[in-house]
């Protein structure tokens, strides 16, 4: 199974990776819904919502600067860095996650489409004024703006639309690979886990590395059981040979 996805792997030259919580989980990052997950020990409608945030900012952003703190201490691991080498022998290749902790970014990933934002930006309620802020913890909490508006962190919440543009550059990079790799994601949450039956559709392979089984493991060419730290450096060698022509 392995020697037919490096294979497959080797051979593509235009790639997809979709990558969800699992691959931070060997960082130190909690996942959502697996053991310790944190939607077991919390509810979202209590702190990833426009309401409720709305409700009580002081509750959301107490619980984002606990998740900053965790996330600045944790370190991008070897599946990440197999990534990093992925892209840079691929000619068309782009990073899609689901996650906003940026541990993809600190590997040296540079093509990542971020879906659900980045938990190290703020955005201003009132200008809009959208800005990096990586201090941690935050001196003040809720965080205000210059302006003085109430800060929001730059996250994607329940019941909000994508980033301007982040879902299309996400479309457009899977309909046109011929490899999407699916990597430490449940795939239960749209429009996001839509992107696997959009490349299949669209012609594409579709290899998903994951310890556990997802709505679409029966369905997909190939399901690499195991955690991402194991098996991408396995699937994606040391040495530059993944590119063909
Ligand atoms: P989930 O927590 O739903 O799923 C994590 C997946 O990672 C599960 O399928 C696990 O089996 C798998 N996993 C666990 N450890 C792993 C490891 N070491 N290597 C590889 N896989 C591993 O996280 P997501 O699918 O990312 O959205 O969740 C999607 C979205 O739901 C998140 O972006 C977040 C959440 O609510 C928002 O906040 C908008």
Redesign the pocket.
């Known amino acids: 199974m392995l020697d037919q996805a490096r294979q497959w792997l080797r051979a593509a030259r235009s790639m997809a990776v979709l990558?969800?919580?699992?691959?931070s989980?060997?960082s130190g990052v909690?996942?959502?819904?697996?053991p310790g997950?944190?939607?077991r020990q919390y509810r979202?409608e209590d702190l990833?919502t426009p309401e409720a945030f709305r409700r009580n900012p002081r509750l959301v952003w107490e619980w984002y600067d606990w998740r900053r703190q965790r996330i600045a201490q944790a370190r991008p691991h070897a599946?990440h860095e197999a990534l990093v080498r992925l892209e840079r022998a691929k000619p068309r290749f782009a990073l899609i996650t689901?996650?906003?902790d940026g541990l993809h970014e600190r590997a040296g990933s540079q093509r990542v489409i971020k879906?659900?934002?980045d938990i190290w930006t703020v955005r201003c309620l009132a200008c809009g004024r959208e800005r990096r802020d990586e201090r941690v913890p935050l001196p003040e909490i809720p965080p205000r703006c210059e302006c003085g508006g109430l800060l929001r962190p730059g996250?994607?919440?329940?019941g909000?639309s994508l980033p301007p543009g982040a879902w299309e550059q996400a479309e457009d990079a899977v309909r046109n690979c011929e490899l999407l790799l699916v990597?430490?994601?449940?795939?239960?949450?749209y429009p996001?886990?839509g992107l696997i039956p959009l490349a299949q559709a669209c012609g594409a392979r579709v290899i998903e590395?994951?310890?556990?089984e997802?709505p679409f493991s029966a369905r997909l060419d190939c399901s690499l059981r195991?955690?991402?730290?194991?098996?991408l450096p396995a699937l994606i060698p040391l040495e530059p040979n993944v590119q063909t022509g």
């Open positions: 990558t969800g919580a699992g691959i989980a060997e909690p996942t959502f819904r697996g997950g944190l939607w979202p990833a599946g689901q996650n906003v879906l659900h934002g996250v994607v919440w329940f909000e990597i430490g994601t449940s795939a239960v949450v996001a886990a590395v994951n310890p556990e997802t195991g955690p991402a730290g194991q098996i």
